[in-house]
């Protein structure tokens, strides 16, 4: 069996957004059941939450739990605290629609980070562990958890392989590691089901010539986005932007989202070119 990588979000999606595999996905790594009416991709909240505009990679909630997942294999520098604000966007995006600060819904937050972590901790020491889980919920000074809001932010990255990790994510973090570095021999855990259902969803007889497509060019965007990131040059941007400009196929949200950078600054070469 050969099987997609899973670091490409066209694949990822088309495994993950499969109600099957979200919810034994679900049940593994946050250990609870959820029943969502639909699972959504590219979701973002309007109107949006504070200054920032994002979307969310895969979205889904029932009467009482709000997922969200996210896949990332492209390690930026803000990447923590952008995820730490998703996660919070999640929360707050509540109350701004209820008669007091109430917040309906627990939220979940997933993050699938498929490439070597480059974020340092404040100490100076990098990253090297495959689960983080980070809650909001207190403690008292015995060191006593109280579940007050009960939200939580995973962060998954199979990179780094512990001896102790539980087969709960030991069986879906092989599975996204073996899908980018075995992907022709995959050894996953076939027993469990919901992994079994991803890798056949994936598999590279049941990828149609229009994802194949898609997948090129979200390959190709990642690319580009990256380049930009690491030069740093906004000669860079420009000159991507006038290309993209020129050949008038894409909105400027379009092409903001593609390369990475702001509708507003899409807009001001554009200004430029037109004089």
């Known amino acids: 069996m050969t099987i997609a990588r899973l670091d490409n979000e066209v694949y990822f999606k088309k495994a993950f957004t499969d109600p099957f595999v979200f919810r034994a996905f679900v049940k593994d790594i946050v250990g609870i059941e959820v029943d969502p009416e639909k699972i959504e991709t590219e979701k973002a909240f309007e109107p949006k939450v504070g200054s920032i505009a994002f ?3 895969i979205f889904a909630e029932d009467v009482k739990k709000r997922v969200i997942i996210e896949i990332q294999k492209v390690e930026y520098d803000h990447n923590f605290d952008r995820f730490l604000h998703y996660h919070l ?8 629609t209820s008669d007091d600060y109430a917040v309906g819904k627990t939220v979940y937050t997933i993050v699938v980070i498929t490439a070597p972590y480059k974020v340092h901790q404040p100490s100076g020491e990098i990253v090297r562990d495959e689960v983080l889980i980070s809650k909001l919920d207190p403690k008292n000074l015995r060191g006593e958890e109280k579940t007050l809001f009960g ?16 087969t709960n994510f030991r069986d879906w973090l092989d599975l996204i590691y073996e899908s980018i570095h075995h992907p ?6 076939e027993n469990n089901a919901g992994v079994k259902r991803a890798a056949e969803l994936v598999n590279e007889d049941n990828i149609s010539p229009e994802e194949r497509y898609e997948a090129k060019m979200e390959a190709a965007r990642r690319k580009t986005s990256v380049k930009l990131y690491q030069e740093g040059r906004s ?8 290309k993209m400009l020129n050949k008038g196929k894409l909105t400027v949200d379009e092409i903001a989202e593609y390369l990475g950078v702001s509708a507003e600054f899409v807009l001001a070469v554009k200004k430029e070119m037109d004089g």
């Open 89 to 96: 966007s999640g929360i707050t995006e509540q109350q701004r």
């Open 184 to 189: 022709e021999n995959p050894n996953i855990n």
């Open 55 to 57: 979307k969310y990679d």
């Open 235 to 242: 000669d860079v941007a420009t000159e991507a932007t006038e």
């Open 151 to 166: 939200h939580v932010l995973i962060f998954l990255n199979p990179n780094y392989k512990g001896d102790t990790t539980p």
